[in-house]
């Protein structure tokens, strides 16, 4: 049994020369003087094939940058939160330190007022 872990679980597009084999019929010239719409799939070309991938590209090209502008959104309000979060805890230590220097400074007042 193989493993599936690891792989996409989306349908793979189809290959591209189906896409273009799917196009709706063309135009194509007859015998008779008229152009009539012909039943037969369009002959694809090799420019054909390089304007769908292009086009493919862009659209590929278009979705990673909204992609990326999205994740580098998000990843600015983490760093702002963990500003913020430095700060707070720096402002923590600071007053643990401030309280931990009251509490011995009240232990020495203590011991001086019982010892008089």
Do not use: W, Y
């Not at 012909?38 to 278009?62: I, N």
């Not at 309000?77 to 230590?93: A, F, G």
């Amino acid at each position: 049994m193989a493993s599936n872990a690891g792989q996409r679980k989306t349908n793979p597009p189809e290959r591209l020369i189906d896409q273009v084999l799917q196009v709706a019929p063309t135009i194509m010239p007859t015998s008779e003087p008229n152009n009539s719409l012909s039943e037969t799939p369009k002959e694809v070309t090799l420019a054909d094939l390089m304007v769908m991938m292009k086009q493919m590209q862009e659209e590929t090209r278009t979705t990673q940058k909204a992609r990326f502008d999205r994740l580098d959104d998000q990843f600015k309000v983490i760093q702002n939160n963990l500003s913020q979060h430095d700060t707070r805890i720096s402002k923590v230590e600071k007053n643990v330190s401030a309280l931990h220097k009251n509490q011995v400074d009240q232990q020495a007042t203590v011991k001086c007022l019982h010892v008089k």
